[in-house]
Structure formats: structure tokens, C-alpha cells
Antibody, heavy 120, light 111 residues
Framework: QKQLQESGPGLVRPSETLSLTCTVS??????????WSWIRQHPGKGLEWIGH???????YHNPSLRSRVTMSEDTSKNQFSLNLNSVTAADTAVYYC????????????WGRGTLVTVSS | QSVLTQPPSVSGAPGQKVTISCTGS?????????VHWYQQLPGRAPKLLIY???KRPSGVPDRFSGSKSGTSASLAITGLQAEDEADYYC???????????FGGGTKLTVL
């Protein structure tokens, strides 16, 4: 069973870039069986899908965030990453990395989540 | 405003049954996309509870069940236990927005 773990700064200044990494253990991110997503949860609020990167390295983003989001993968480290630029306080949230089996529509793997606060 | 609508809260006594609704629309649940449910315990990540409208992952008790009809879905929890106290989220896909969408979440209180 694959396991996911997020890492990155807990504090980002407004207008800067939020950068997070998800390390996958228990299997290769390039095995082709999973698409890798980022999902966030604003404090006390619901869940918002940010985007995903698929087994071929292509990425797809929530149109509401598309112009600010970049996703990538580092196969040598078995990691995938999220960059969100020009952040504001509205980007303060718990960020989860998640896995969705190719062909499925639900997320069966989740990291523990990491809180990112945007503040000067 | 979430694309999928859930009641903010439900409650029930131990041993009772509660149901949580999830209302969508044509481009998501109504288009035939599956509804999936997650349980989020306080301070924890969401955990898959029901997928494909009615299926339970291995290890999920059969006290949890899902159903879907038209543009809505429901999660039923029977034999309520104190450990069921959590937030519950429904999720589907919206073909108009081209995004995976979640409900706003329902807080279950076990009285």
C-alpha cells in the first residue's frame, strides 16, 4: 500500500510562491496505476481540488487556480510537487496530497496534510 | 458555495441511524458520475468511506452504506457509535467545470 507525506514551509509571505512536495513510499509514482492530486482545505471549511499530475507527467488544474498552479514530478526521488504563485491570505489552508487510481473517480490515498499560512 | 450541497450538521444517539444527503445537479451526479464519501476525524486527513455510490473499501464496517438517485446521494450510518463523530464529505466530478468537486461537509454529533 502506497503512503504519502507532504513537506514544505508552513509560512509563506503574500505575493510569494507556495511550494510543497509529496513523497510517495511503498511504490513508484511512475507505475502508471495512480494519478497524483493536490487538495486543500481552508480553515474550518470544505475540500477543494487543486489539480493532478498523471502517469505520463501531464498536469490538469482547477480552472479557478490554473494560471497560478504548476505541478511536477521528480521520479528519481519518487516525489511530486505543487507550486502556487502570487499567494494571498485566501490561500491559507491545509494542503493534502492524494492518489486516485487511474480510471477511478475517487481518492483512496491521502497524506496527513500540511498547514500553510500566508502572512507577512 | 459548494457545487454539492450537504446539511451542515446531523446528530443521533448511540445505536440510532442517521442519513446525510448530498445534492448535486445535471453536470455532476445527474450526469452519472459516481458519488464517493469520506470521513474526516478531528485533526486528521479524509478517509475513503464509500466509493462508486455504494461500495465499501476493505475495512469499512457495513454500518456505513451509500445510495444514489437522480441528482442526489445519501450516506447512511446505522448503529451509531461515539467513534463515528466526525465530518463527512461527498465527492463527485463536474463535467461543466472539469473539476473534482466536494460537498461542504456535514458534522456528525453522537449525542
Amino acid at each position: 500500500q502506497k503512503q504519502l507525506q507532504e513537506s514544505g514551509p508552513g509560512l509563506v509571505r503574500p505575493s510569494e510562491t507556495l511550494s510543497l512536495t509529496c513523497t510517495v513510499s511503498g511504490g513508484s509514482i511512475t507505475s502508471g496505476d495512480y494519478n497524483w492530486s493536490w487538495i486543500r482545505q481552508h480553515p474550518g471549511k470544505g475540500l477543494e481540488w487543486i489539480g493532478h499530475i498523471d502517469h505520463s507527467g501531464g498536469s490538469y488544474h482547477n480552472p479557478s487556480l490554473r494560471s497560478r498552479v504548476t505541478m511536477s514530478e521528480d521520479t528519481s526521488k519518487n516525489q511530486f510537487s505543487l507550486n502556487l504563485n502570487s499567494v494571498t491570505a485566501a490561500d491559507t489552508a491545509v494542503y493534502y496530497c492524494a492518489g486516485r487510481k487511474y480510471g477511478d473517480w475517487h481518492f483512496d490515498l491521502w497524506g496527513r496534510g500540511t498547514l500553510v499560512t500566508v502572512s507577512s | 458555495q459548494s457545487v454539492l450541497t450537504q446539511p451542515p450538521s446531523v446528530s443521533g444517539a448511540p445505536g440510532q441511524k442517521v442519513t446525510i444527503s448530498c445534492t448535486g445537479s445535471g453536470p455532476n451526479i445527474g450526469a452519472g458520475y459516481g458519488v464517493h464519501w469520506y470521513q474526516q476525524l478531528p485533526g486528521r486527513a479524509p478517509k475513503l468511506l464509500i466509493y462508486g455510490n455504494t461500495k465499501r473499501p476493505s475495512g469499512v464496517p457495513d454500518r456505513f452504506s451509500g445510495s444514489k438517485s437522480g441528482t442526489s446521494a445519501s450516506l447512511a450510518i446505522t448503529g451509531l457509535q461515539a467513534e463515528d463523530e466526525a465530518d463527512y464529505y461527498c465527492q463527485s466530478y463536474d463535467s461543466n467545470l472539469s473539476v473534482w468537486v466536494f460537498g461542504g461537509g456535514t458534522k456528525l454529533t453522537v449525542l
